[in-house]
């Protein structure tokens, strides 16, 4: 028995590791809300370049555009969604047949919920995280940026594919701890 709750307490440490990054990044949306309103306002204003400095920066380079600050709501948008389906997942608030699936047993949706993680969540993640980091590579490699004067160091945001599955893996094998737990001891999990 000491086994098994260990089984599941592994498991559940590891979905909430996972999520973690979903909850911070979810507070994105007040940067992102901000950047709206100042595209809006400059749009408006009709002003183009909005600073300008000496110094390369990671991510604007040598200015901040009226065009970066769009590029940079869509990128903000990109770190939210990838870091937040690790949290979605955890919180069991992703999309799912509920209508059977509500009707099952909790070792029934334990069953239901380890196969779906082992034949398509983990592979799925396998696989778009290891061929995401050529892509992350080729960017960086090529010093890839915006053809609208934008932000530069598509990398930064490219790096987030990896990183989103990466924490959506930890996540599934969380789960599938966690429902290898239900099956041998019979109880149900909880998810926080």
């Not at 086994?3 to 498991?11: A, C, F, H, M, T």
């Amino acid at each position: 028995m000491t086994d098994r709750s260990n089984l599941e307490r592994v498991g559940h440490a590891l979905v909430q590791a996972s999520a973690w990054p979903g909850r911070i990044a979810a507070w994105l949306i007040l940067p992102m809300m901000a950047l709206v309103l100042v595209a809006i306002i400059g749009a408006i204003l009709r002003i183009g370049q909005l600073a300008t400095w000496e110094v390369e920066v990671p991510l604007f380079g040598t200015e901040l555009t009226l065009m970066g600050l769009a590029e940079l709501q869509w990128h903000l948008l990109a770190v939210m969604v990838m870091l937040g389906m690790s949290y979605a997942l955890a919180r069991n608030a992703h999309v799912r047949v509920d209508m059977l699936y509500a009707r099952f047993t909790p070792r029934g949706k334990a069953t239901v919920d380890l196969i779906g993680d082992l034949l398509f969540l983990l592979p799925f993640c396998a696989i778009i995280g290891w061929l995401s980091l050529g892509f992350v590579e080729f960017a960086y490699n090529t010093g890839e940026r915006s053809d609208y004067g934008g932000l530069v160091d598509r990398y930064l945001v490219k790096s987030i594919l990896p990183i989103g599955f990466g924490c959506l893996a930890l996540t599934g094998i969380g789960r599938v701890l966690m429902h290898l737990s239900t099956l041998i001891t019979g109880r149900g999990q909880t998810n926080d």
